[in-house]
């Protein structure tokens, strides 16, 4: 807004002149009389607003100017030449207000800024002023702050709204808040002034869009709340209007902390006379500004605004007759002043005056009003002069309008207890009512309130609303339920929809919710304050103390609202006028009657109102008519009275004008003003902001929003003068049948749905108006939503084309001629078409006629688009957006006309055989009842017709039809023979055919209506493709009804030329399912599959690979009774690697098989674990059952090893006990010895013979017994007849099926029997799949897979250099099993754990489990090698890179150092620290009698002291340490210090225990001698060299002090698979040197 105009003529013409017109004039003459004056100033005007003699301008850049009568100032300044308010520089403003006597701005940041008369309290407490001042010369920041939350926060206001002793501020938050005076604040206090803003908490919690100030009363437009927040509430029969049925008795009176005495249900405040307790601010008298700068005093009810005072203190009469503080009012006077032609009369208040003695018993008149109201009537006395405001009125020249918008809330309101005593209590007087009658006196009370109690009897509402709206309850009421009061309302934000303005402004009526697109018509009017004039529109002339909502406007779609001195005015979506109020003067722009409650203002015909404003005795508004440019009308006063000036100071309510005009009329003179954008009034004065037609663009927009305004009445009226009555009438007794009724009901709906996306859009479109020069262009509904209006409008027309094609509209038009009957004259004026067919066409052209405002749409915006250069951003916006509604447009007349043609087709060929294809959405395309198509090669006499759809192709042959699905059909041209034919191929999932054209150009229009209905069905543009090139491949759904694999099944998924393939998802009748990937017609890759077993009532399900309709490859099947496999299958079968689980721990027989499987049955290598016998077998197997070479190990620690044959031990075997006692002999069945054999116990006596017997109960021997040999020579014989392993399965043998299936993967037949290009291809492959379908992948496994997609380097030879990349690709592809070399690592560590852990933890499976893991690394080797060519030999050495002469002298240093390959240096660090715990536990069960003997002595010797330790070991002294270092700090080794040498060397050693592979352990213990050298060193010369006779007792020392655990086991491994390249080097000396420690340690005597 400061420095960017969105327009072009902005742009183009950047004279301010252009933009922003401000034109004022005064009301009350004759409207051929006026002449308005035109303001000029330097910037173009945004924003006006008017007082009751002074006015404010807000221009371009956020500077505010003021003129009229400055009271504060003591200035007039003409309106020709405003005076800028200098204080607000650098304040960047965005809001300004007028009150009755005092002004107010909002700043861009959302500060207030008040300035004027200030008597009640309406600028509140300035930062300049106290309570003392009356006036604020000067503008002051007012701040609002929310005190409940904490801490407290600044509000950011958006708004402002003036009254004449009230202001109201509208915040970010969508929270009201008040300050000033009366009753009018709608605030919970009955202590005025309110300096400082308050919460309106009564709107907390609901959504407010836009407020409104009149002299003494406020009006709110507030969304409505969401219907499902009422279904569930049940009114109670007595409550206000409005109010909420929610609340308890207590509930209600919480937010009140004063008795009932002061309040009555209906929220008016009575008032006492006897009590003299007053506040401070009400003992001051108020000084009233006059505009001649004098003052008049007032009572200081005056200055507290309460609802009993009148509104001014301009006529000193009252207070002559009256005591001080004597407050007089009823109101809900509306019938007995009302002359029989509906109009009020006019009587003058002369008697007021000229009858002193009329209320000369105060006491009487109290008490005849307190027995009527059933009420004490509580008045206060007011001390000191100037009580004029004892009468509620409204003055002559109280006016003032200020919009604000808002952007959600609960409301609350107080219920009504007792509603015929609240509707007789008149809050404290009765010269509300007679504030347009005769001299009043107590009789009159009481008649009239007698009458009032008489017409209210058998009512439940508490005011005169139900009387006089019938209709207006039910649903509307609960519409406007307020919720709970909440002393905190949501603090969210809510952007505009419509956009905001260039500067951030946030504009009047306009912000909606983030979440909304349009504006919402969901709206409710809420209005407060004094109703003496009925100007509350509830129906009464009672005051309402907190707001209320009027129902009757609850349901007709307010978009605006404005106040007047005493009237209001409510403008809806539908661009009528509701006005209610006072009407002295005519500005309610009709006579109905009542006054009280909103009437509909009398508008000529073709005229639109979209903008209103109310000053003190007027209305202006502006409204669409014949013409684009907007027209200006007027209703009120005509002219001014000769004594009004003389007579002003002196009244006490509205003066009926001796000329005013009944319904508005124009005024001629706006045809000269412009575009006129916006209306305001205030005081006797209009005004209106106009703007000039720069090269189009102005008339564009306006001819864009008078448009839509037009087509949403145009709408409005079809809803309700048509399809309400039809659907109301089809709800009760359907007669159009079932498929029309459902399609009827489906077409009102669309109709309703798009009813209001163009009233919201029209409001929004009044909105931009109003801020045009502040808007964006590309901000346009119709560019922001485009879609949203493009999928409305679709589906309008489908549902209008779907009842039309049903043959709907006969069957509507016989209804709407019984249902409307005589309203058919009405109906006529809709039809907007041109057409004279008959009436069945005029409903068709009725309901298809808003189609054409999509043509609209696109030649406005092309009009916009034609005011910008074509490379702008403006530009190509509104070009896109034009073109998207034309091409819509034009696409809807096709499908308009499709409807058309499918109609008359229907109506042709009508029969029981064609009714089965005629459905809503179908559209015919072609057909072939001229025989153009026929099959080829049928017979002579067969009838074939064919008939094209938009979604199926129908064969038809005599009485039976085959329907083709578009969606799986495939269409293209056969090659012209020299036959001729002009065929084209069908193809169909389950069949195919040729058909065959009369004439080349059948078959090409076949072809390609056929395409493009298959390309339209599919998605595309419906535009065709080249033949036989339309979606081969596609995603479709199908069933199945031939015979074959599928029958009956249901597809879903991809196809490729008539055949599944791709991902799908296939489901049988009988309960199968398949989801995963098809290939040519069959399930092939990776898939799930459910499969129901009916005897186990449970299903079986597999998940993973198939090829060609077959299970095939690595997957995981759970079987119906329990069973799990893992693993590979061949055809359907298990085949190679699996590991089978059957049952569960609490089953009577559980157990895993892992291992190898050939067609189905175990064969081949496997390990059984039998976890209900507690036995293990590892062993071979053939056709499910034990046979060959196997060990067999039970939890008894039971170790046997031998051969099996038909699953069960036979033949030669050792059996060993846990007890080492041993036996080789010859075995008939489990566990059972039947021959020759061995039998040798633990010390060392044998037995040889013959046994038999089973082993755990009993052995029957016939042998001989022997000792061992008494010299200690052994039985070598008898040896070796015992030696472990010489029945056991090679470890070279073992896992075979493992390796096969990794060689699998690279896609080689065999070991190492493949091509390398293909192995990486397939690897590559494999891990982008798995990327692709896994996408639970965490974000380090994603970062390795990437990594490993690329192919590495691998046929060059490798070197030094490269040899490092390897082993980072090996690590890398070792950590995720989507990988061949993972998931062959991971897979390994399973069968490993598999035999090894559990029962298989028998110590004397140590040198087997050994030689697995050598057998391991050569297997593992070889795949690597065979990756990698470039790798040598296990053991082989990496040859140096050639280099050059220059270079060799260079690297002559370097040369000696070489890399030996080994598969225990590249694979061990990869393998071993997943194998490590069950393979180290077998160490610590074989070392464990040693480690007992080495632990003792480890505990014993430590209890020494160093020293002590030292010399024990025969360490010498001059290796002893002598100082110790402690936290930094040296300290002297003495003989009690224990712990305190060589503490580093100790510390590394432990972390031997931390390490897994021998590489690592070794290190470790290198880095323990190279610590220990360091400690040495200072003791000793620079030129040391260790003997080990030194070496070995101090190493010796360090090996006590660091207490490691299962040392035996370490050493045990490190010597098992140590690399043999070390061990003959300098860490193989260390190592034997940590193993001769553990020896010694063990030998050591403690004595």
Known sequence: MENREESPADERAPTPPERGLLHIWKSGGPSEQLCPERVLLSKCVLQVALGEHHGLLLSQGGQVYSFGELLWRGLSVPVSAPVLEESLLGRTVVRVAAGGFHCGAVSEQGNVYMWGENTAGQCGLTERGTTANITVSEPCPVTVVDNEVVPPVVVRVVDLACGREHSLALSAQNELWAWGSGCQLGLVTNTFPVWRPQKVEHLAGRHVIQVACGAYHSLALVRSLPQQNYTTQKPPEKKEQGQSP?????????????????????????????????????????????????????????????????????????????????????????????????????????????????????????????????????????????????????????????????????????????????????????????????????????????????????????????????????????????????????????????????????????????????????????????????????????????????????????????????????????????????????????INSPVTVPQQTKLSDGLRAWDVSAGQSHSLLLADGDCVQPVLLYCGQQQETSSYQSQRSCQRSPNRAESYTVRPTLLPFCVEMGYVSRVCSGGQSCAVLADHNVMGFISAIHELASRERQFYCWLSSVRKLLMTPLFNRESASPSLGEPCTHLFFSLCERLVRLSVLIGRHSTSLSYFLHDVQGRDVTSLPLLTHTEHFLDIYKEYCSSVGDFQVMGGFQSLHKLSLECLGSQQTILAQLCVSNKSAGDDVDLVSLLYWPL??????????????????????????????????????????????????????????????????????????????????????????????????????????????????????????????????????????????????????????????????????????????????????????????????????????????????????????????????????????????????????????????????????????????????????????????????????????????????????????????????????????????????????TQHCVYYEGTFRENKMSGTGLLVSEDNTAFHGEFSDDWIVSGKGVLSLANGDSL??????????????????????????????????????????????????????????????????????????????????????????????????????????????????????????????????????????????????????????????????????????????????????????????????????????????????VVVVSCSSLLLPLLLPRLYPPLFTLYCLQEEPEEAQYWDRILRLNKQPDQSLLSFLGVQEKFWPVWMSILGEKKQIVSSSKDACFVSAVETLQQISTTFTPSDKLLVIQKTFEELTQEIKPLLDGNFLWCMDDLLPLFLYVVLRARIRNLGAEVSLIEDLMDPNVQHGEMGLMFTTLKACYIQIQRESTT
């Open 246 to 590: 929610r609340y308890s008795s207590t509930e209600r009176e919480e937010p009140l902390a004063v008795d009932d005495a002061h309040y009555c249900p209906l929220g008016v405040e009575l008032t006492e006379v006897m009590t003299a307790e007053m506040s401070p601010r009400r003992r001051r008298p108020r000084q009233r500004l006059r505009p001649g700068g004098r003052s008049a005093g007032s009572s200081p009810g005056s200055g507290a605004g309460l609802c009993p005072y009148s509104e001014d203190g301009k006529s000193n009469t009252i207070q002559e007759n009256l005591p001080a503080g004597t407050k007089l009012e009823s109101e809900g006077h509306a019938d007995p002043l009302t002359q029989t032609d509906g109009s009020p009369k006019s009587q003058p208040l002369s008697g007021w005056t000229a009858n002193k003695n009329s209320f000369n018993d105060e006491l009487e008149l109290q008490n005849l009003l307190q027995k009527l109201s059933g009420h004490s009537l509580e008045m206060r006395h007011a001390s000191g002069p100037g009580d004029t405001d004892s009468l509620s009125s409204q003055t002559s020249d109280d006016s003032y309008v200020s919009s604000t918008p808002s952007t959600d809330i609960f409301t609350s309101s107080y219920k009504d207890d007792m509603p015929i005593k609240s509707q007789t209590n008149n809050s404290g007087g009765v010269a509300g009512v007679y504030s347009s009658s005769s001299p009043v006196c107590s009789e009159e009370v009481r008649i009239y309130l007698e009458k009032e109690r008489q017409a209210l009897q058998g009512q439940k509402s508490s005011s005169l609303t139900d009387i006089n709206q019938k209709g207006k309850t039910g649903p509307n009421r609960r519409r406007s339920l307020p919720g709970t009061p909440t002393h905190g309302s949501p603090r969210r934000r809510r952007p505009c929809a419509c956009g905001p303005s260039s500067a951030g402004r946030t504009q009047a009526a306009a912000p909606e919710e983030a979440g909304d697109i349009l504006p919402s018509l969901e709206t409710e009017v809420w209005s407060w304050g004094r109703g003496s004039e009925g100007q509350l529109g509830h129906g009464d002339q009672l005051a309402r103390l907190q707001p209320l909502c009027i129902n009757s406007l609850t349901s007709e779609e307010v978009i605006k609202v404005a106040a007047g001195s005493h009237h209001s005015l409510a403008l809806t979506a539908q661009c009528q006028v509701y006005s209610w109020g006072s009407n002295m003067c005519g500005q309610l722009g009709h």
């Open 852 to 1193: 054409q405002q999509l043509h609209q749409y696109g030649r406005v915006l092309l009009k916009l688009a034609a005011c910008y250069d074509v490379l702008t951003t403006e530009y190509q916006s509104l070009h896109q957006g034009s073109c998207q509604y034309e091409s819509l447009s034009l696409s809807l007349l096709r499908r308009k006309k499709e409807a058309e043609t499918t109609f008359l087709f229907w109506k042709t060929h009508s029969g029981k055989n064609t009714e089965v294809l005629r459905l809503p959405q179908r559209r015919v395309v072609c057909e072939s009842s001229n025989r153009s198509l026929t099959l080829q090669n049928a017979g002579r006499f067969s009838n074939h017709w064919f008939i094209l759809f938009n979604d199926a192709l129908v064969h038809t042959q005599f009485s039976t039809h085959h329907v083709y699905p578009l969606t799986c059909l495939w269409v293209k041209p056969v090659t012209e023979n020299s036959g001729g034919l002009y065929a084209i191929k069908i193809t169909c999932p389950e069949e195919s055919f040729t058909l065959v054209a009369s004439t080349p150009q059948e078959k090409n229009k076949w072809l390609r209506s056929i395409n493009q209905e298959i390309d339209q069905v599919l998605g595309g543009g419906g535009q065709g493709s080249s033949p036989g090139l339309t979606a081969m491949s596609r995603t479709a759904s199908y069933k199945f009804t031939g015979e074959g694999r599928f029958k009956d099944a249901r597809y879903t998924g991809g196809w490729l030329a008539g055949r599944v393939h791709g991902r799908g998802n296939m489901e049988w009748p009988d309960g199968r399912t398949y989801s995963g990937n098809f290939k040519n017609g069959l399930e092939d890759g990776y898939g799930e599959c459910k499969m129901p077993n009916k005897l186990l009532d449970k299903p079986d399900t597999y998940q993973g690979h198939w090829r060609e309709g077959k299970i095939h490859g690595f997957g995981k099947y759970k079987y119906a009774n329990g069973e799990v496999y893992e693993g590979c299958f061949y055809d359907d079968q298990r085949h190679g690697y699996g590991m089978l689980s059957s049952g569960k721990l609490a089953r009577t027989s559980s157990s895993v098989f892992i291992g190898q499987w050939v067609h189905d049955r175990k064969t081949g290598y496997g390990v059984y674990d039998d976890i209900t016998r507690g036995e293990k077998y590892m062993g071979l197997w053939v056709d499910d059952q034990r046979h060959g070479n196997a060990v067999v190990v």
């Open 1248 to 1457: 040889e013979g013959l046994f038999n017997g089973e082993w755990t109960t009993g052995l029957k021997v016939v042998g001989t017994y022997y000792k061992p040999a008494v010299d200690g020579a052994e039985d070598k014989d008898r040896n070796n007849l015992l030696r472990l392993g010489q029945y056991v399965v090679p470890a070279g043998q073992r896992w075979t099926c493992v390796f096969d299936e990794c060689w699998s993967r690279l896609g080689c037949d065999s070991a190492a029997r493949g091509e390398r290009i293909t192995a990486w291809e397939n690897i590559a492959v494999t891990i982008t799949s798995a990327r692709r379908h896994c996408p639970n992948l965490s974000r380090s496994q994603t970062k390795i897979l990437e990594g490993l997609e690329f192919i590495p380097q691998h046929g060059e030879p490798v070197t030094t250099a490269n040899y490092d990349n390897i082993r980072r690709y090996l690590t890398k592809a070792c950590e995720t099993p989507h990988h061949p070399l993972g998931w062959l690592v991971e897979t390994l560590v399973t069968v490993y754990r598999m035999t090894y852990v559990g029962v298989g933890s028998n110590r004397r499976l140590l040198r087997q489990a050994v030689q697995e893991v050598q057998a391991y690394l050569t297997h593992f080797y070889s795949i690597v090698r065979f990756l990698f060519p470039g790798l040598p030999d296990d053991g082989g050495i990496i040859p140096d890179p050639p280099v050059s002469p220059s270079k060799s002298r260079h690297n002559s240093d370097t040369s000696d150092c």
